[in-house]
Structures are given as C-alpha cells and as structure tokens.
C-alpha cells in the first residue's frame, strides 16, 4: 500500500509545498465564503498556495490552478454528555490536528467536545488519503502536512513583523532635550510655519516647529522646511501629526536619515500639551469602556434597547456581523452599504463573475472580498433560525445549551478588515474607531476598485457649491467640490430645553465646589432644523487671501448642494477635541425627521449683480532664508551633476537627466530614474530645465502658466489619478490639475471645475440650453433623476442629481464618550419595519432611537 500510495503521488509531488515562514495558511475560513471546518463540507486547504476552499469553491480553484492535491479538514462538535458531578472535563482529540484554529464559534466551548479529522484529497477523482499516515506517505508530503496542521493563523503572522525587524530605536530618543519655550500643539488647525502647507506636516520634538515635508514623502505634498529646520537647528527627531495614536506615532531622524522608534514619545509628545496616555482606554468584553460611565448608562439601555423581549429575526438580509474586538464600526458601516441596492447588484449580483474572474490569491482581491461579504449577508446561509424540535428541547431541559449553539453567530469578516485596513495606522489596529471615518475609507477604496461604467459609490456621491466673498471688495468666487456626506453641527445654544441645562450646570458646579455627587445630567434636545441652520450660514474662511487685492484679507463662505444624491449620509457632528488632544462626545439628543425636504438648500450659482473674483492663485512661498537670493538661485539650480552623468550614460538626453535629479530633489540616481520612466511619453521630456523665474515677473493665472501652481512639474501618484477618473474626469485633466495644485486632491477638484476643458465647451453649453437656468445643475423643482458627467460626456464628476426629498431609513448610534471607546450600533428599516443589528445579533427593533444617531442615512422619494 506504501508504494501505491507513493507511486499515485509521484506526478503531484512538484506542486506539493512546505510553509516557509511569511507562508499565509488559510485553514479556518474560505476565500469565497465563511465556510470553515466546521461547516457541513469542511474545509479543502491547497497544498501549494495555502488557501482554503468550501466544498462549494474548491472545483472552481482546481479548474483556474490546475493543483490537484488538497488537505481536507472537518471538525465534528459533539455535546458532552452529562453525569452526576455535572459531566467529565472537555476532551479534544487529535489536538495537534488543528492546532491554533480560529473558528467563528459563539456556543460555550465546555459543554462540547470536538472530534478532528484530516485527509488528503487528490482532484479531479477525490481520491481521499487518511492523515497521519507517516508510514505510507513519502517524506516530503508527511513534512508538509505537519506543516500545514500545525501553522499558526494566517492572520497572526501580518502584524508587526516588518515593523519590528526594520525600524530601531533612535540614539537620540533617550537624551533628547527639549526646550521650554511654551509651545502648545492645538489639536486641529495645523499649517507649515514657512508655506501654510496644511498637509505632510511634521512637528520638531525638540523646539516644537510646525513644518511640511518633501513633496516625495509617502505621496504628500510639501516644500521640504523640516529638513530646512534641521539643516538650521540640528534637532533631529521629528513626528508625523496625522498619525499621533494611542499605540505611538511615525517618527523620523534627520541625522540617522531613516525612520526611527522613541520609546519615550508619550513622554516627548506632552512637552508640548499632546497627551497619549488619556487616548488609551481599557477594555472589556471586547468593547471600549469609559472611565467616567454614569452619565452614559442610559444612553446604552436606550441604543441597544436593553430591557426590551427583542424577537430575533433570521434570513435573507438579516445575518449579524461578529465582532472582531472592538470592530463593531466596521460592521454596522457594512451592515448599512448591503441594505442598498447599489451595492447589492455590483458584489451580490455579479458573485459568480466576480469569483470566477478573481485573481490567483482571492484573499488580496477588493471586489471577491465584498461579494463575499454580500453574499454572507444576504443569503440567509449563515442566519438559520433553529428547529422546532430543539426548540422543545430546550424547553423540557429547561436550559439554555441546544438553543446556544444554534443561536445567531453572524459571519466573521476578518478577511476583508485585514484587507482594507492594510497600511493604514488606525483601521488595522484593534483599537475602535470612527464609524464615519471608516464609510468614507470603504467609500473610496469603492472608487479605486470600481470599473468606470460601474460604481456603487455614485450613489452617495454629490457636489456642494461654495460661495467664497471678499468682505472688502463684495467680489464672489463659486467653486464646487465633490462630497460623500454631509456634516452637520450640533448647536448646543440652540436646545430646546436650555434653562434645563443651565440649572444643571450650576448644580454641577455647586456639587464641584462642596465636593459632592454630581446630579443626573442633563441630555440637550437640539431640532434638526438648528443643526440644517448653523451648516447653512457663512463661516469664516482662515487665512483667506484675495485675488482681487492680491492679499490677504477677510472672506466668509456659505455651501449649498449643487447636486442631490441618490443616497444621503448625514453626520451629527458630536465629537469635538479637548485641549489634551482625547475626542470627546457631545451628550445631546437631535430630533430628526423621517422625511426631510432639502430644496430649498439647492444652489443658485452666479447671481446678477454679483461680480466673480479674478481667477489668480496667490504666489509662491519662498523661505525666509532665500527671498533674497532667489533669482540667483532658481536661475543657477542646485543639481547633482555626479546622478546626473550615472543617468546620461544609460542613454537618455542630459537636460531629462537634470530635470529627473532636479525634479526628484537631488535624492540620488535611483529616484531620478523611476522620474524618467514616469515621463518619458511627454513631449517636453528632453527639453531644457524651466524654473519659475525663468517665465517672467509678475503674478500669472494657472490656465496661462505651463508650470501652474507648484515650481516643480512632477508626475502626480498613479492613485490620485486613479481616484479622479474613477469620478469620470478625463486622465489627461486630472494629471493637470494634479500638477497645478502640488497633487492636493481636494485642490485639484477645484481646480478642474475652474478650468474645463476647451473641447468640452460644446457639451456643456448643449447640456445647459437643455435646462431652464445657467448652471450646469438644474433646479431641484424642475428635473427627475438624472446621472450628470458620463464617461467622454464633460468633465465633471458621475452624480445622481434629482430631487431633494429623502426618508430617512438608516442609523448608526455610538455609545461611549468619545470616538476612540465605546460601541456601535445600527438600525436599518426593512419590509417597513426597523432592525437593530448589534454586531451578530439581529431583532427586530422595538423603539429605535433615532435621536441618539450618529450617522443617518436617507434613499431619495421618487418625484411622483
């Protein structure tokens, strides 16, 4: 039987592989769906790519793949009998067989115990091979079993391993000084000290400077002043503001040239008023807690309807999502994106496409990960009411055992979080987070991952205008940028029940001062309409600068809606940052509206009277320490002509060679040469280096200069790119308007609505003679639903403009008292009747809180 065995595995033994270390082994979940061994088919595990397959899938990945040899693993749960001191201790046998399996399993583990099984199975034929058989089985495929059965999960081994392996301790962490100059960091607000860059800021942890980096630097923009600063002051370590978290921060040294750890940057971060220590939360029961938990008890009674015989529903549409810890934000976002059709027909609809053009490692793919995730929550495969015979069982034991195991477990979306929160500091940590932060994330990540024609997005997607005035010369500017939600403030001034919470406040105050028990507080009732109100009125625009006088000066701004989505996402804006940087919740209560009208919120564009400002970009920000020398030194630049032969001798033109060097701040040859690969197509690519001075004096509009807003004509990233077509820009404006305004993308929407295309002129002017008015958007009271800027049509972006009037028929609710603890919770309306889904239980809800939402999401009524 031996040699049988060994002769039958002869021609599969080249496809046969040992787990390395970096090997990924899937055998707890299926790429496709939320089978696992425990599943009525188990699970088949490829011997070659470690992927793990359901029975439904597996002849799909054989077909693509052509590998044949499959280990099958299925695990049997059985109920522990009972004796007289209460049953014998839990048994497991095989231990090694599946070893550090994760299994989305909810039922108490003691009262059952578990029977494994392994085999290997050979396809097309399913010729099985019980496991282990050392004696039968050649060495290679007994090494490589034993390897596969005993590999840690495929998700432990991506955490920090390259994190800690590549990135030291400073030398300077430990001895560095910091001065007591005074220097607080505000928690928003942020701008360069030099250039008023507001992005790719880094603060100085000696001094305390605000400064931007290179514009290179992990795809942000900047002009280089904090290497400027160290260059001037020597202090050499610097932290990343945007990614300051509990866990630590980005760190770099400007002396040891690499990216450093501070063991003591809590310590260093509160010189200067940043504290760490208060972000961090301790949890329990895998939900953030909150260290002053009185004035939040109500608000979780209420948000999850605790008190209340809450009847569980089951089925199509009614499957919970598991909690991962502390991951409820993911779910109730994706709880809420499944329940429209939009995104039901683009993942659930196309499922088999989807599977069947997937790519070799499916684990890595956006769109099979969303099917996936659809299909899990719309099928009803994983939300299963019991029978009725367990049912009966459990009522003449009179415990709660049979119904346990077959209560609702909801699906385990651990393969498509450690997915989309790859690279990203906080998603793909196990802290919690916000859920609104998290929409727009998946929203563009949709962007990226979506054919032009196809996009579910565009359901949510709206354009706001904004009217920006010159107090001193009345002259306007309207601009319109793209937007996914709308955020709204919470004007506690304007609760109804204000003298309620001035006397509260005082008896809080008087039991402060005579050091006793605070009162019950008080929750502010706001309207709605407050909230509508104070996002409609004109703000102050910082640091506005004029056009008109060519200075800076005093501007106010008002939006409106240039477009109305199909879907409407509405922010309550509760969080706000306390001096010591920790987010804190505002405790109040919005009375929102099932029906919500907007028209009168439509925008109007360029009024009669009203006169535009000049279309002028202020000038360009030298550094201080140049201003004086800056015709010399922009005429005579400083470029390493060492990198700039080592690229001539490869064969391409010198000046391109001096404009790569340049053009990539004299960063060394490699860099040079990816700038040349970039730019090799473009006309202009062997032409002498054009700096700014050499275009003459005087200010100059981006439409006239070839060099727009930014002295450097770089390659804009292929993902900004990416993100503005998939809106249905065409590519060759955006990389324009990605070039004009230093690759900011907010910058550049603005920029393309400023300056469309000349071929374009005749579409939009066909588009506008078919409405009653001049703005490309027509009045919300005289059109039906419409999809505006298709592909090759104009120039702006896909949105499903049509009336303003919604029904409100979704919300998500956060409890806890600031966006980094907490727990999250939505309410959907389905079939007419409300469901709360509290990560993977699913009931019907009984008293929905609406005004305790977060996020509220809105379909639009039909004009009829």
């Not at 578990?114 to 019980?130: C, G, Q, S, T």
């Not at 793909?428 to 997005?457: C, G, K, W």
């Not at 904004?466 to 500017?477: A, G, H, P």
């Not at 690759?743 to 579409?763: C, G, Q, V, Y």
Request: proline share 7%.
């Amino acid at each position: 039987m031996a040699t049988d065995l060994g002769e039958l595995l002869v021609p599969y033994m080249p496809t046969i592989r040992v787990p390395k270390t970096g090997d990924r082994v899937f055998k707890s979940e299926c790429a496709f769906s939320f089978d696992s061994p425990e599943s009525e088919g188990g699970l088949y595990v490829c011997m070659n790519t470690f992927l793990g397959f359901g029975r439904e899938h597996v002849e799909r990945h054989y077909r693509k793949t052509g590998q044949s040899v499959y280990m099958h693993l299925k695990r049997h749960v059985k109920e522990k009998p009972t004796g007289a001191a209460g049953g014998a201790i839990p048994r497991r046998q095989n231990g090694k067989v599946f070893l550090d399996l994760e299994l989305n399993r909810d039922f108490n583990g003691e009262d059952y115990e578990y029977e494994d099984e392994a085999k290997l199975v050979i396809f097309p034929d399913h010729f099985e091979i019980a496991l282990p058989n050392i004696e039968e089985l050649p060495a290679l495929v007994t090494i490589a079993c034993d390897a596969v059965l005993n590999a840690p999960s495929a998700y432990k081994k991506q955490e920090p391993e390259s994190w800690e392996v590549e990135i030291q301790v400073s030398r300077h962490a430990r001895s560095l000084r910091q001065l007591d100059n005074g220097v607080r960091i505000p928690p928003s607000g942020w701008k360069c000290q030099k250039c008023e860059m507001r992005e790719n800021l880094w603060l100085n942890l000696t001094d305390g400077t605000m400064l931007c980096g290179k514009w290179f630097f992990d795809g942000s923009g900047g002009n280089g002043h904090a290497l400027d600063h160290y260059k001037e002051t020597k202090h050499p370590l610097a932290v990343k503001l945007d990614t300051i978290t509990p866990d630590g921060a980005d760190v770099y040294s400007f002396e040891e040239e690499e990216a450093v750890l501070d063991p003591h940057i809590s310590e260093h971060l509160s010189h200067f008023g940043i504290d760490m220590l208060q972000m961090q939360k301790k949890t329990e029961n895998g939900h953030h807690t909150d260290n002053n938990a009185r004035p939040r008890v109500s608000e979780w009674e209420v948000i999850q309807e605790s008190g209340m015989k809450l009847k569980a529903v089951y089925g199509s549409g009614y499957t919970g999502i598991k909690n991962l810890g502390h991951s409820c934000y993911l779910s109730t976002v994706m709880q809420v994106l499944f329940s429209i059709p939009d995104f039901q027909r683009m993942y659930v609809g196309n499922l088999q496409r989807i599977f069947d053009y997937s790519p070799l490692d499916p684990t890595q793919d956006f769109a099979t990960q969303m099917a996936k995730v659809g299909h899990g929550l719309l099928s009803g495969q994983y939300s299963k009411p019991p029978m009725k015979s367990e049912l009966i069982e459990q009522v003449m034991k009179e415990e709660y055992k049979v119904l346990n195991r077959h209560q609702q477990k909801g699906i385990s979306p651990r393969m498509l979080k450690a997915l989309v929160s790859r690279g990203h500091p906080e998603f793909s940590s196990n802290r919690q987070q916000d859920a609104q932060e998290f929409f727009l994330h998946m929203i563009n990540l949709v962007e990226r991952n979506s054919p032009s024609s196809e996009n579910p997005s565009d359901a949510f997607r709206f354009l706001v205008e904004e009217r920006v005035q010159c107090c001193q010369t009345r002259r306007v500017r309207y601009t319109q940028r793209v937007d996914y939600c709308i955020q709204l403030p919470a004007p506690v001034e304007a609760a109804t029940n204000r003298e309620e919470l001035l006397a509260y406040d005082a008896k809080r105050r008087e039991a402060e001062e005579n050091m006793r028990a605070p009162p019950e507080p008080v929750r502010a009732r706001i309207p709605f309409t407050a909230c509508l109100q104070a996002f409609t009125e004109p703000e102050n625009v910082p640091d506005f600068w004029s056009s008109a006088l060519q200075a800076k000066s005093a501007g106010v701004k008002t939006s409106r809606f240039a477009s109305f989505p199909e879907y409407l996402a509405v922010q309550i804006k509760k969080f706000t940052f306390g001096v010591d940087w920790v987010p804190k919740k505002l405790d109040l209560g919005i009375d929102v509206p099932d029906f919500l009208d907007l028209s009168r919120l439509r925008a109007t564009g360029l009024q009669s009277g009203e006169e535009e400002l000049p279309d002028l970009m202020p000038p360009i920000v030298l550094p201080e320490d140049t201003r004086d020398n800056s015709m010399s030194s922009l005429d005579s630049p400083e470029i390493d002509e060492a990198a700039v032969m080592q690229l001539a001798e490869m064969g391409f033109p010198l000046e391109a060679c001096r404009k790569a060097v340049y053009y990539t701040g004299n960063m060394g040859p490699e860099m040079a040469f990816n700038w040349i690969i970039a730019h090799m197509e473009e006309p202009d690519f062997a032409e002498p280096l054009m700096l700014p001075s050499m275009l003459g004096p005087g200010p100059f509009s981006i439409a006239d200069s070839p060099m727009g807003a930014t002295p450097l004509d770089n390659s804009p990233p292929e993902e900004s790119i990416a993100i503005l077509t998939s809106m249905g820009f065409p590519r060759t404006h955006t990389i324009r308007a990605l070039k004009a305004t230093n690759n900011n993308l907010e910058r550049a929407l603005d920029w393309i609505f400023t300056h469309p295309e000349e071929e374009e002129s005749d579409a939009l002017s066909n588009m506008a003679d078919t409405e009653p008015n001049d703005n490309a958007f027509s009045n919300g009271n005289s059109h039906s639903d419409s999809t505006l800027s298709p592909d090759g049509d104009t120039s702006g972006p896909r949105v499903k403009d049509g009336p303003g009037r919604y029904e409100l028929f979704a919300v998500i609710s956060h409890m806890g008292a600031s966006t980094m603890s907490g727990h999250y919770v939505c309410h959907i309306k389905k079939e007419g009747r409300w469901v709360i889904y509290n990560d993977h239980k699913v009931c019907l809800s009984e008293r929905p809180p609406k005004d305790l939402g977060y996020i509220y999401f809105y379909h639009r009524l039909s004009s009829s």
